[in-house]
């Protein structure tokens, strides 16, 4: 989530932490943090799409440094997103940011933008190298928080809740993690860290009451702090830093935060300072306002920092123990919409991408930006027809009313009769010792959600949408939040149920042939066609014949991004059977690779249609998901390097064939071939109304396959 300045502040005070020979230890790990310091951080490829190989041996070393300190992780990943719509404004203020800067990426100026698969390639690396990961229904904070409380271990993160919880085993900000340098001087290797504990900040000021934290998180701003609440909460806190920093006092740190701490720290309790806000809040207002004898603001300032309050037992820690066999109903027993067991388990396990939980809960989905032609369409728009068959299964026989009605309804059911929807969630915080977080947020916010959807539904169009899909009924409609130009629009698009009827709960006890006509009557290709490939091929095969049928690439791109995925078919093989050739043919292929940080000539054509292959692939992955995998998922990070095909199709460009690339190898050689018929034969047997131009296309590739050799 994240508090406002108070990372610069803390991290800007030594005295704040304690250094640590980190060893012999568990760790709870918050793996969206870690998965984004370790790409963004490194020097890895941003602008050519990614290099996802790079990145899976970066996330190998690291899991290796763990091991040798003999380190116990334990990862945590976030989910869908909150249904309370809290965070909404945030997140579409964060899309429309990287929508910015991944257009500075494609300018050759500087921005930050995660490759589209980079969480994909994550998940993979982490479950191969066997260490224990849970995916939550929502944002993971609270719970990482609740697992460390209860285990008493330090949390590596660089969320800066984490400053404000109160964890017996600390807070490890992974600036601070040197993980690459691992001492090795002493009997046993350990990891130079630094920690830090709500102790050392309350000592710092005085002994203060370390409840007064999570009022100061509220005060200074966190993502869930409405515009409103922070621009009233300014005009107050100027009120007292005027009467109580200027009166002579002293202290001023020339720090929100710091001041906000220095103020805080002459109450008692939180209780006190509560009472002298809501006091100025009176005065400010007249007198009203009044509520049970405390301002609104401060109804709402106590219930934000319930978020910080931990449950002394961890639902996660069930997970962590359950073996191989886990039960996800101590997760999802409090999701709005009821999911079945089956696919909780494979969310849990981060085997189900978090757009299928958006999908069923809020109809929302958020699309990444990538680098790309900000004057062409999204290419997320090129996969548009996979998302609408996933929408379709997972909203199939589901009419908006009745779904509006039963979440209202399961909503209402869960207050204490006569209470708002505030004052229930803050009450259920209390009985429990703290508010449990993500899908079990607050009624209001859902309620509020769920009325603008019933506007929506009758003017046929949110705000910022296009007509996208929308032909005036009443079906249910899917929230596409996407790039339009540089700014970020939302569109309605509508689901589309497969030929054959699949029911969600019983989806995975479905034959595999019906799973698989499904999956590939979406791609729109036969499995004839696909069947000579080895199986953890077929499914990339597949998305590349749907990406030229609907993206229309370049000779040149189809043959480097096939060249590519034989690259990582050699890799696989070398790591399994070492040649005497391994070194003169991976020396080869790195002198084909683009420096990622060189920017000149970057090919912003080529950018924008590597990134629609990319987005048909991440869609596809979440159908086969969603499906059970009726194909086996592919390595993800052997099969795309964009510094690598970006350099393939310069060479391919400048008159070379592409098997000159391969000619040493003829297990390479054989695969490219192998591949390239596939990719025809899908092409060949295509239903679409361009049938005959991509006919022509297909012989013409072939002609000049057979003109290199």
Same mark, same amino acid.
């Given at each position: 989530m994240g508090v406002h300045g108070l990372t610069s502040y803390v991290e800007g005070n030594r005295g704040f932490f304690q250094d640590v020979k980190f060893r012999d230890s568990r760790l709870v790990i918050d793996g969206c943090s870690l998965l984004f310091k370790l790409y963004l951080n490194h020097g890895l490829d941003q602008k050519h799409g990614g290099d996802y190989d790079a990145f899976a041996a970066l996330l190998s070393t690291f899991i290796s440094a763990l091991e040798a300190c003999n380190i116990q992780p334990f990862v945590v990943l976030d989910g869908g997103m909150d249904p309370s719509d809290k965070k909404l404004s945030t997140l579409r203020q964060r899309m429309q940011s990287k929508i910015k800067e991944a257009d500075s990426l494609s300018r050759g100026q500087h921005g930050s933008v995660l490759p589209l698969l980079t969480r994909q390639v994550f998940i993979q690396v982490i479950s191969q190298r066997g260490i224990p990961l849970v995916q939550c229904p929502a944002e993971a904070d609270w719970e990482i928080a609740c697992l460390a409380n209860q285990w008493a271990c330090p949390v590596l993160t660089t969320d800066s809740d984490f400053y404000i919880f109160d964890l017996p085993g600390g807070y490890i900000p992974m600036k601070f993690f040197q993980w690459a340098n691992i001492n090795r001087s002493s009997p046993n290797c350990y990891i130079s860290a630094r920690r830090y504990t709500v102790s050392g900040l309350c000592r710092h000021f005085g002994g203060m009451n370390r409840e007064l934290l999570p009022l100061c998180a509220v005060l200074a701003g966190n993502d869930y702090t409405t515009e409103q609440t922070s621009?009233? &909460?300014?005009?107050?806190?100027?009120? +007292?830093?005027?009467g109580e920093m200027g009166g002579g006092r002293g202290g001023r740190?020339?720090? @929100?935060?710091?001041? &906000?701490?220095?103020? +805080?720290?002459?109450?008692?309790?939180?209780?006190?300072? +509560?009472?002298?806000?809501? @006091? +100025?809040?009176?005065?400010?207002?007249?007198?009203?306002? @009044? @509520?049970?004898?405390k301002t609104e603001l401060c109804a709402e300032l106590w219930s934000g920092m319930q978020e910080y309050h931990l449950t002394p037992m961890s639902r996660l820690s069930l997970w962590f123990s359950g073996g191989s066999v886990r039960s996800p109903q101590s997760l999802w027993d409090n999701t709005l919409c009821p999911l079945p067991v089956w696919l909780c388990q494979a969310a849990g396990s981060g085997a189900m991408t978090p757009m299928v939980l958006d999908v069923l809960e809020l109809r929302r989905v958020l699309l990444i930006p990538q680098v790309e032609n900000s004057r062409q369409p999204s290419s997320h728009c090129c996969a548009t027809a996979i998302r609408q068959a996933l929408y379709g299964i997972l909203l199939a026989n589901q009419e908006a009313g009745n779904m509006r009605g039963e979440k209202i309804g399961r909503q209402d059911g869960h207050r204490f009769q006569g209470q708002s929807a505030q004052e229930s969630h803050v009450e259920r915080g209390r009985a429990r010792g703290g508010v449990q977080r993500g899908r079990r947020g607050s009624g209001g916010g859902q309620e509020q959600r769920l009325r603008q959807l019933d506007a929506e539904s009758h003017s046929g169009l949110g705000e910022n949408s296009s007509p996208s899909g929308v032909d005036g009924d009443s079906g249910v409609r899917v929230e596409e939040y996407d790039r339009h130009d540089l700014n970020l629009r939302k569109n309605q698009v509508e689901p589309r149920p497969p030929r054959v009827p699949l029911t969600l709960d019983t989806l995975c006890q479905a034959p595999v042939s019906v799973r698989l006509a499904v999956l590939y009557d979406v791609l729109g290709v036969t499995e004839s066609s696909l069947s000579p490939l080895q199986p953890h091929l077929r499914l990339v095969l597949g998305v590349t014949a749907f990406w030229r049928r609907e993206a229309r690439p370049t000779l040149p791109q189809i043959q480097a991004l096939l060249l590519g995925i034989v690259h990582g078919e050699i890799t696989r093989r070398d790591n399994t059977q070492p040649g005497q050739n391994q070194k003169t043919e991976k020396n080869k292929w790195t002198k084909i690779r683009l420096l990622s940080e060189d920017r000149r000539g970057f090919d912003v054509g080529l950018a924008h249609s590597l990134s629609q292959w990319q987005t048909c692939l991440w869609s596809m992955l979440s159908l086969n998901q969603l499906l059970c995998m009726p194909l086996p998922e592919p390595d993800t990070a052997r099969l795309f390097s964009g510094t690598l095909v970006h350099g393939l199709v310069g060479h391919l460009r400048g008159g070379c064939p592409p098997e000159s690339v391969l000619a040493a190898d003829p297990f390479s050689l054989q695969l490219y071939r192998s591949l390239l018929a596939a990719l025809g034969n899908c092409n060949l047997n295509t239903s679409s109304g361009k049938k005959r131009v991509v006919l022509m296309e297909v012989l013409f590739l072939f002609l000049l396959r057979d003109r290199s050799e």
């Open positions: 621009r009233h &909460i300014n005009t107050l806190l100027a009120q +007292l830093m005027v740190s020339h720090s @929100r935060v710091g001041d &906000i701490l220095f103020w +805080l720290s002459s109450f008692n309790g939180p209780e006190g300072a +509560l009472e002298e806000l809501s @006091r +100025l809040t009176r005065v400010e207002g007249g007198g009203r306002g @009044r @509520r049970g004898g």
